[in-house]
């Protein structure tokens, strides 16, 4: 079983940025997939990024390329998803996961989740 915490979630204005921490811990020695989906009110949870377990590799959902970048901490047990940018469509309940069953995930492709962190986006 991989707990999850996570962090970094708020109130920004529209254009500004926010970052949030993701920290994945169980079993496994080395760091795990890690990756963030969004669930707005009313809406379906939509994948928004992944990062591998050594932070070689990354995946964006089309509407947050270029805005959104997920890195690793120094500990591999630690993920971080920048977010520049904002915009008011963002806004949503961010829930970090790990591990993720396959590579590139989707949204329902993660073993366990955080309690997620609220993000608003003011216009």
């Known amino acids: 079983q991989v707990h999850i915490e996570e962090s970094g979630g708020g109130l920004v204005q529209a254009g500004g940025s926010l970052t949030l921490t993701c920290e994945a811990h169980?079993?496994?020695?080395?760091?795990?997939?890690i990756g963030w989906i969004r669930q707005a009110p009313g809406k379906e949870r939509e994948f928004v990024a992944a990062?591998?377990?050594?932070?070689?590799?990354?995946v964006y959902a089309d509407s947050v390329k270029g805005r959104f970048t997920a890195s690793r901490g120094t500990d591999t047990h630690t993920a971080y998803l920048r977010m520049d940018t904002l915009r008011p469509e963002d806004t949503a309940i961010y829930y970090c996961?790990?591990?993720?069953?396959?590579?590139?995930?989707?949204?329902?492709?993660?073993?366990?989740w955080g309690q997620g962190t609220q993000v608003t986006v003011s216009s």
């Open positions: 169980g079993p496994t020695a080395t760091g795990y997939n």
């Open positions: 990062i591998n377990w050594n932070g070689a590799d990354t």
């Open positions: 996961a790990a591990p993720a069953r396959y590579w590139p995930p989707g949204a329902d492709d993660f073993g366990s």
